[in-house]
């Protein structure tokens, strides 16, 4: 006969006390039963409060491993260590809890009312995506100046002072009216601040002219996602009229499902407001939806909406775009891998952020308890 007292396990079980009796062949009796003290944890040590002696029994069995292993498992993923301030006694606390750790965990991507689970299945997939475009500088080329001409040539137009050149940089990629309103403050009025974004998206389209050119590279890439048959999005902050007609010029209608311009959004870029809109349409999650643009007010954009951004660098460098997920300088060297990649299980999707920022949190309370520490024996010691 062996008896032995288990180790306390650091995931918190309480100790046992136990025997197993290898001459018990009879299978009459339970050969690994168990039982546990009553414990009090006193900051980083166990006390028991009642010795074995007076326990009144002669033996306390031990548990079957099995039952073991599965109580082991449970505790690793339910188990979150909680800070324990000294001065205070605490329980041990065995009881099992479903917690943030606990896998598997809810998947954003499900979707229960649906019955098929086939479909169910398909949607918790990595290949379950949405792409959203924009479309200049990332599928047809983009002269940035012509922009810059259009809002000089209506500011003398108005009579008003040219805009400078950081003024220009920042209204790049607004919608006109947001851009002459809150930022150039030309109007006030809503009706002539309409007025002023016609008219300059009228000189605009006719400094570009009628003849649009495919970058490099973009147009096999949007086929190449047609036969994988992912859903396609188009945004933009153009009025809907030119944008169609553009879309029907370049042979590419009926290839996105979804359109947004800007009659379908009160602002345009760094608010993620037509991202959000379009993946709504598109009836994905954030988290699978990934946006190709080529400007940094599109990454933050898409990051504000918790989707990926894939940025193509057509009129900025690739070192400036590095807070983008994936940076390109055209779009066919992508493929479905790096695609199924970005869209693939991460920490903000499974709730696993809360455990990253409760352990942020748990090492910003012991830097505190740090300076506070040391602080305080510079007192002391100035004190005395």
Known sequence: MVASVAATSILGVAPVWGRYCPNDVSNKRNRFNFCRFPVKFLGRKLICSTPVSRLGVDCLPVPSIKARAMDLTKEAYSYVEERIHPGFENQVDTEFHQKAGLWPQ???????????????????????????????????????????????????????????????NRILGMKNEHAISEVLCWSRDPTQVRRMASRKEQIYQALRGKKDIFRFGSEEFVRFLMSYKIPMALVSTRPRKPLV????????????????????????KPDPEMFVYAGQLLDFIPERCIVFGNSNLTVEAAHDARMKCVAVASKNPVYELGAADLVVTHLNELSIVDLKTLAD???????????????EMEMEMEEEDKTYSSSYAAVNDDFW
Not at 150 to 164: D, H, I, M
Request: proline share 5%; net charge negative.
């Open 106 to 168: 809810e998947n954003k991507a499900d979707k229960p009312s649906l019955h098929n689970p086939l479909l169910r299945q398909e949607r918790m997939g990595s290949g379950w995506l949405g792409a959203i475009f924009e479309w200049e500088g990332v599928l047809i080329e983009d002269n940035p100046n012509l922009e810059n001409e259009a809002w000089l040539t209506l500011s003398e137009e108005l009579g008003k002072s040219p805009p400078l050149g950081f003024i220009l």
């Open 345 to 359: 299980i991460e920490s903000d999707e499974f709730g696993s952020r809360e455990l990253e920022l409760e352990m």
């Open 245 to 268: 007609k553009a879309i029907r010029a370049m042979g590419m209608e009926g290839v996105f499902s979804i359109i947004v311009a800007a009659e379908d959004v009160y602002r345009g």
